[in-house]
């Protein structure tokens, strides 16, 4: 089956450092990733939609400038916290896509938990 | 490390079938393990569960953890094809969350 990775698994920094998050598809070609961000009361919210070779799409309310996101690849897109602040922790989980049509299958990664001191 | 893994990794039923849904984990520190339906954007939360034995149900859909196995289930009956999403499990202790690849479920009419 397909397989997405996420590297690291849990991340520590100080407040005002940059810190980057990596999702690879193992196995497969990802033409979409996506990007989301887990906040209380067990929701995920979509952040960001990157698509190989182009710019990503964000969700409204998303600062762009403050979490960049790029899909070089068919098989890694990276998620940049800029100058992070403690209310930037939380876990950060992405998935990918291998098709832009039908079947809109994603196979999600483990996900990164950030925690800024 | 903890790992969560979910079987089958992808299901094909008719409406009106019933279908179990597997998750097992290997974790330190248990808190909780939750259950989500993927269908478009973000996944939707269905469950969470924290005590051994307890079913939770929301209509058709029910789910109960196994702490002895380490295990839970997520059962949906008489499916319908507006059920058809990829649903995923995750797991949380005390300093993380890890989620498991999910399950592809297609009901066809």
């Known amino acids: 089956g397909a397989v997405v990775s996420q590297h690291p698994s849990r991340v520590i920094c100080k407040s005002g450092t940059s810190v980057k998050i990596e999702c690879r598809s193992l196995?497969?070609?990802?033409?979409?990733m996506f990007w989301y961000r887990q906040f209380p009361k067990q929701s995920l919210m979509l952040m960001a939609t990157?698509?190989?070779?182009?710019?990503?799409?964000?969700e409204q309310g998303v600062e762009k400038d403050k979490f960049l996101i790029n899909h070089a690849s068919l098989t890694l897109s990276t998620l940049t916290v800029t100058s992070a602040h403690p209310e930037d922790s939380s876990f950060y989980i992405c998935?990918?896509?291998?098709?832009?049509?039908?079947?809109?299958?994603?196979?999600f990664g483990p996900g990164t938990r950030l925690t800024v001191t | 490390e903890d790992k969560v893994v979910q079987s089958p990794l992808s299901l094909v039923v008719h409406e009106g079938d019933t279908v179990t849904l597997n998750c097992s984990y290997e974790?330190?520190?248990?808190?909780?393990l939750l259950w989500y339906k993927q269908e478009k954007k973000a996944p939707t939360f269905l469950f969470m569960l924290?005590?051994?034995?307890i079913e939770k149900k929301s209509g058709r859909l029910s789910s109960i953890l196994d702490k002895k196995e380490l295990s839970s289930i997520l059962n949906i009956t008489a499916t319908q094809t507006g059920d058809s999403a990829i649903y995923l499990c995750a797991v949380e202790n005390n300093n993380d969350m890890r989620f498991g690849a999910g399950t592809r479920l297609t009901v066809k009419p």
């Open positions: 998935s990918a896509r291998e098709g832009a049509g039908p079947p809109y299958e994603q196979y």
């Open positions: 974790v330190t520190n248990f808190r909780s």
């Open positions: 924290t005590s051994s034995g």
């Open positions: 990157s698509n190989e070779g182009s710019k990503a799409t964000y």
């Open positions: 196995d497969f070609q990802a033409t979409t």
